[in-house]
């Protein structure tokens, strides 16, 4: 009986949309006015108790195709009387309390395509706001903004809508979640600015929008440990007000139009594990108080427009394991201070200004791929890089380097690239013995370069 019943009442709300189509198309091709044989037919032959008894069959993935059919429609499904009797028919009103929802159901995909008061009474009715945890990714809702009823969920710890396919702003009632510890929108087309949230937020991701503006110092305020806004269009400089983030052990910034210098501010980080500013527009000097950062394991700010010599303090950074400066135009020579970084693994600082010589004090690294090609570097290859036991590539190409490749390189078993084309003349050293092979073939190809 339920399935005639939606049947005929979705047949005759097509035929009123079809009508108001209709005298939309004479209206538009004839001036005339609509005489009454030509009126649409309209909800307000029957007192609204009987339409919203009517309506209330009709499944919820179909009434909202017809929301603007008329204004009295869109008054009957934006009640509460029929949300309850619409949803009492389809969905029931007993669910079990749960704690977690990690896969939306075929109603969940459909709540930002309801009325707010339907929304909120559905969540109600699933017992929805005693949830600590959504994570819905891939959720492709119907409609594909984020559900403002969402800000209702005030236990909520975990909110995660990523891969969603969600568009249009961030909602203000996101500030209401105070419990809210995560927050995951990454992978969206969200656009606009981020909105005030909740202090209670320690994870942010917000990566792989078109959200833009400034970054607001709002968010830099919030008891944050990791912040990802990589991948959006913001602009701007970085925030002096970062130095609040005391807490961060991971800040990505990259791949933004984030201009102006690098704040020393950024030195009251203390806990940074990973720093992640490339792919911007920043300029000026990398400041010496990076050298404060001393947990960080992985610094990015290639791809800007830096400049000026690097910092010295740069050796404090003893826990580094990789450091990428490419793509700069940093000059002055490399610090020897750089040899202080025993977990130093990758070393990228192609395409920048240096002058001067490869320091020595690079082979007490654990280097394994170093790359400084296209610079202005002289001199020797340094022979303490024999003593670099997992080093596997090395590229120095298109630099003012001349000498001979020491013969302590044929030690370095895991070898597998070196490039020196382009310099004034790097030959292999006469005293070279070739242990192996697989080192000889190597260092026969090196000649031809």
């Excluded at 949830?131 to 005030?154: C, D, M, V, Y």
Aim: glycine share 6%; proline share 6%.
């Amino acid at each position: 009986m339920g399935a005639a019943v939606s049947s005929a009442v979705s047949g005759s709300l097509m035929s009123v949309s079809t009508a108001r189509s209709k005298r939309r198309a004479v209206s538009t091709l004839d001036a005339r006015p609509v005489t009454p044989e030509h009126q649409p037919p309209c909800l307000d032959v029957l007192p609204p108790e009987v339409w919203i008894l009517i309506l209330s069959w009709l499944p919820p993935h179909e009434f909202s195709r017809y929301r603007n059919v008329c204004k009295s429609f869109d008054e009957f499904i934006a009640s509460r009387h029929f949300a309850i009797l619409n949803l009492e028919r389809h969905i029931g009103l007993e669910h079990p309390t749960v704690e977690s929802n990690t896969a939306p159901d075929a109603f969940d995909k459909l709540l930002s395509s309801w009325p707010l008061t339907y929304q909120s009474i559905y969540l109600g009715i699933k017992n929805a706001k005693r949830l600590r945890e959504i994570k819905w990714k891939h959720a492709r809702f119907q409609n594909p903004s984020i559900p403002l009823s969402l800000g209702e969920l005030t236990n909520l710890e975990t909110l995660e809508l990523s891969f969603s396919n969600l568009s249009g702003e961030i909602p203000k009632a996101l500030g209401r979640l105070h419990n809210l510890q995560e927050l995951s929108l990454n992978y969206n087309t969200l656009t606009g600015d981020i909105p005030a949230l909740p202090p209670s937020l320690k994870v942010l991701r917000l990566n792989s929008n078109d959200l833009s503006g400034r970054i607001p110092d709002h968010i830099c305020s919030l008891n944050l440990e990791r912040l990802n806004l990589m991948h959006n269009l913001f602009q701007g400089s970085i925030p002096s007000s970062i130095s609040n983030s005391v807490n961060l052990t991971i800040l990505s910034l990259n791949g933004n139009f984030l201009a102006g210098s690098i704040p020393s501010e950024i030195g009251s980080l203390v806990n940074l594990r990973e720093l992640y500013l490339n792919n911007n527009n920043l300029n000026g000097a990398l400041p010496a108080t990076i050298g404060n950062l001393i947990r960080l394991h992985k610094l990015d700010i290639s791809r800007n427009e830096l400049w000026g010599s690097l910092p010295s303090e740069l050796g404090n950074l003893r826990q580094l394991q990789q450091l990428d400066l490419q793509h700069n135009s940093f000059s002055g020579t490399l610090p020897s201070a750089l040899g202080r970084l025993e977990n130093l693994v990758d070393l990228h600082a192609s395409n920048n200004r240096f002058t001067g010589a490869i320091p020595a004090e690079l082979g007490n690294t654990a280097l394994e791929h170093l790359y400084l090609y296209d610079n202005q570097l002289s001199g020797c290859l340094p022979s303490s890089f024999g003593s670099l036991a997992g080093l596997r590539v090395l590229d120095v190409s298109r630099n003012r380097l001349s000498g001979y490749i020491p013969s302590e390189y044929s030690s370095l078993m895991r070898l597998k690239e070196i490039h020196v084309g382009g310099n004034l003349g790097v030959v292999i050293s006469p005293s070279v013995h070739h242990e192996s092979a697989e080192y000889a073939k190597l260092v026969a190809s090196l000649v031809s370069k």
